[in-house]
């Protein structure tokens, strides 16, 4: 008879490891197959315009005749890089301000003053994230170039506030709901005003969040292609859309200038890109956007 008091020893025989399955399934080989080709093929791009960049002459060989970065140089004197620089850095400081400024208290009323239609309202803040640029780009354009403020910084500035606004509520919204309300109740018990609440007690424990959705903005509005392109001047071109013209221009002009022009632009885009990721989570945001339309 077993004794059901003594353990029962269900540990592997010694000397026979147990075995880790390592086959999958055929879909799961495919899925990781395309996965594997499009990073090969991201890969190989990406990589072919970086050694064009500093590529000398580069015909029928694997590698260029030699390596130089002149062409950085030139792309910089050559598309006056320093110009499109100074309007790039004006237009996003200027679409950061004006997005927190708007963004943060509507954020706020979303998160702490519960109203009939609050879901229909945060739904129509997320449109512009949701939708295509372009599929209200020429509308807000037509607008724009109607009332004057199109092919100046201020028609760009007004068409990337369309989506950054929203950009800014939906990176907000959760920083305010982490705040206990007790906070401010406190507050207003000792006599501090609406003002007083915001800016000494509530803008201090959301700085994180506005630096956040800050960065968020920044990185959209220095990718932003579609509205700054419909709306932007000879005057108002940020880097991406002058990059678009060096590309399209008429006339006899050196590849690696413009694929070194490209480089600086994807190496600025990565660099904020990881800046941001440092700050927020994007499955955060996907959450809460689920939570508000369920």
Same mark, same amino acid.
């Not at 599929?135 to 403020?149: D, E, R």
């Not at 630096?211 to 108002?236: C, K, Q, Y």
């Not at 071109?237 to 221009?249: E, N, P």
């Given at each position: ?7 029962? &020893? ?9 075995? !880790?399955?390592? $086959? ?8 990781? +197959? ?7 093929? =991201? ?11 500093? +590529?000398? !002459?580069?015909? &029928? ?6 390596? #130089?970065?002149?062409?950085?140089? @030139?792309?910089? &004197?050559?598309?006056?890089?320093? @110009?499109?620089?100074?309007? #790039? ?16 208290? /509507? %954020?706020?009323?979303? %998160? ?22 372009? $599929? ?13 403020? %199109? ?9 990337? =506030? ?22 401010? !109740?406190?507050? !207003? ?23 956040? /959705? ?16 419909? $709306?932007? +001047?000879?005057?108002? @071109? ?16 050196? @590849? ?35 939570? &508000?339309?369920?």
């Amino acid at each position: 008879m077993v004794d059901l008091r003594e353990p029962i &020893d269900t540990a592997p025989p010694v000397g026979k490891p147990r075995r !880790r399955r390592l $086959t999958a399934s055929p879909a799961a080989w495919l899925v990781w +197959g395309v996965v594997a080709f499009f990073l090969v093929s =991201l890969a190989g791009v990406i990589g072919s315009v970086v050694v064009s960049s500093v +590529g000398r !002459r580069w015909f &029928d060989t694997w590698l260029p005749d030699g390596f #130089t970065t002149s062409w950085y140089s @030139q792309a910089w &004197d050559e598309f006056g890089l320093f @110009q499109v620089l100074i309007v #790039t850095v004006e237009v996003s400081l200027l679409v950061i301000g004006i997005s927190v400024l708007i963004g943060v208290p /509507a %954020a706020y009323v979303l %998160a702490r003053r519960p109203f009939p239609g609050r879901r229909v309202a945060y739904l129509l803040f997320l449109l512009p994230i949701l939708m295509p640029p372009i $599929t209200y780009g020429i509308p807000l354009a037509t607008v724009l170039y109607k009332y004057g403020f %199109a092919g100046h910084l201020s028609g760009v500035v007004l068409a990337n =506030l369309v989506p950054s606004v929203p950009f800014v509520i939906l990176t907000m919204t959760p920083f305010i709901e982490q705040i206990d309300p007790t906070i401010e !109740r406190a507050a !207003r018990m000792c006599g501090a005003r609406t003002r007083h609440v915001f800016l000494r007690i509530l803008a201090p424990l959301l700085l994180p969040g506005i630096l956040a /959705a800050s960065i968020l903005v920044l990185v959209r509005t220095v990718g932003m292609f579609e509205l700054t392109f419909l $709306t932007a +001047g000879p005057d108002s @071109q940020t880097l991406v859309v002058s990059l678009y013209y060096s590309m399209s221009a008429a006339g006899i002009r050196a @590849q690696q200038s413009v694929d070194a022009m490209a480089v600086m632009y994807t190496s600025m885009m990565i660099v904020l890109l990881l800046t941001a990721l440092r700050f927020v989570n994007p499955t955060q945001l996907v959450a809460r956007v689920k939570d &508000d339309l369920d």
